[in-house]
């Protein structure tokens, strides 16, 4: 796994466990409604988490389409991906420099 994909990660347990609550590992494989028992409320506080940490713009649309951890990080990696592809210059771990 990329150093990114690790970041993405790293930072979706973190906010599961500090900001949710989730005593639980979290593993990409697994659902996160109906393994991490994110709700609609926790889905909110986990995109504004990493649109914060990643800089980015989660859409409505690739936000629907997330059941997994793993596809959570898909979204995100994609969504810093098409930023940077943007000219957006990118300072130390993936945030935009002021």
């Known amino acids: 796994m990329d150093d990114l994909r690790l970041e993405i990660l790293a930072e979706i347990r973190r906010?599961?466990?500090?900001?949710?609550?989730?005593?639980?590992?979290?593993?990409?494989?697994h659902e996160?409604?109906?393994?991490?028992?994110?709700?609609?409320?926790?889905?909110?506080?986990?995109?504004v988490a990493l649109e914060d940490r990643f800089r980015v713009k989660l859409t409505g649309t690739e936000a629907s389409s997330v059941i997994s951890v793993e596809d959570l990080v898909g979204?995100?990696?994609?969504?810093v991906y098409a930023d940077r592809s943007a000219g957006e210059p990118q300072a130390a771990g993936g945030r935009a420099s002021p």
């Open 15 to 29: 906010t599961l466990s500090a900001e949710l609550e989730f005593p639980g590992t979290v593993e990409l494989h």
């Open 75 to 79: 979204v995100v990696e994609r969504a």
């Open 32 to 47: 996160l409604a109906a393994d991490l028992q994110v709700d609609s409320v926790g889905a909110f506080v986990l995109a």
